[in-house]
């Protein structure tokens, strides 16, 4: 949900600037700042949905799951990012003692924007990547049943399972769980956005 380029900053000007935003959420990318844009009905109801449903499987055990306000960094990227859904196992690990940038998620989630597909697919998911804790990464369409997963297999490569079944399951080995497609599209309806709406 990148949208517009400020100048370069460190991240420790950038992280301070940002802890007393009260309006807009930036994301940093080595050096370059980007506000984000606000999504959609669909964009929301979906992560809602994954929130909701991963607390629910994982209710009772080690995993935590965490929203799209908790900044995400990746330290030898030089980057912050908010996923739209991050799942931490164990002990959470932080940037500092505020307690406000986690470093070790095992799972993030991105509902993809038209505006923003490509760079979640390519430019963001290599980023994520440089993640040692990071096993799952969830891409989810919101405006058809298409749900992608990669998964960090033991040797580093990451494995990719596409699903466009509402029936089928997704298996978080991770996490020790499994997802149904059709609760992640929980009360989402195709094809009902205006004519002239916009899309985040």
């Given amino acids: 949900?990148?949208?517009?380029?400020?100048?370069?900053?460190?991240?420790e000007d950038y992280l301070a600037v940002e802890r007393e935003s009260i309006d807009v959420k930036h994301e940093y990318v080595a050096g370059q700042v980007f506000a984000m844009t606000g999504g959609s009905y669909e964009h929301s109801l979906i992560a809602a949905n994954v929130t909701r449903r991963l607390g629910n499987h994982l209710d009772g055990g080690p995993c935590t799951v965490l929203t799209s306000d908790m900044r995400i960094r990746i330290e030898t990227a030089d980057v912050c990012a908010y996923p739209d859904v991050s799942v931490i196992c164990?002990?959470?690990?932080?940037?500092?003692?505020?307690?406000?940038?986690?470093?070790?998620?095992v799972l993030i989630?991105?509902?993809?924007?038209?505006?923003?597909?490509a760079y979640d697919r390519g430019g963001k998911f290599a980023l994520y990547r440089r993640l040692p804790s990071l096993r799952h990464y969830l891409l989810i369409a919101q405006d058809q049943v298409a749900v992608d997963v990669f998964?960090?297999?033991?040797?580093?490569?990451?494995?990719?399972?596409?699903?466009?079944?509402?029936?089928?399951?997704?298996?978080?080995?991770?996490?020790?769980?499994?997802?149904?497609v059709r609760e992640l599209?929980?009360?989402?309806?195709?094809?009902?956005?205006?004519?002239?709406?916009?899309q985040a």
Avoid at 90 to 105: G, I, K, M, S
Avoid at 160 to 174: G, K, M, T
């Fill in 185 to 198: 599209y929980d009360r989402v309806v195709f094809g009902s956005r205006q004519e002239g709406g916009t």
């Fill in 1 to 11: 949900m990148q949208t517009q380029f400020t100048p370069e900053y460190r991240f």
């Fill in 109 to 117: 989630a991105e509902v993809l924007s038209p505006s923003t597909e």
């Fill in 151 to 180: 998964t960090r297999q033991p040797d580093g490569r990451w494995l990719l399972d596409a699903y466009a079944d509402p029936q089928a399951e997704i298996v978080l080995e991770a996490l020790d769980c499994r997802l149904s």
């Fill in 90 to 105: 164990d002990a959470p690990v932080f940037h500092d003692e505020r307690r406000d940038v986690l470093t070790n998620p």
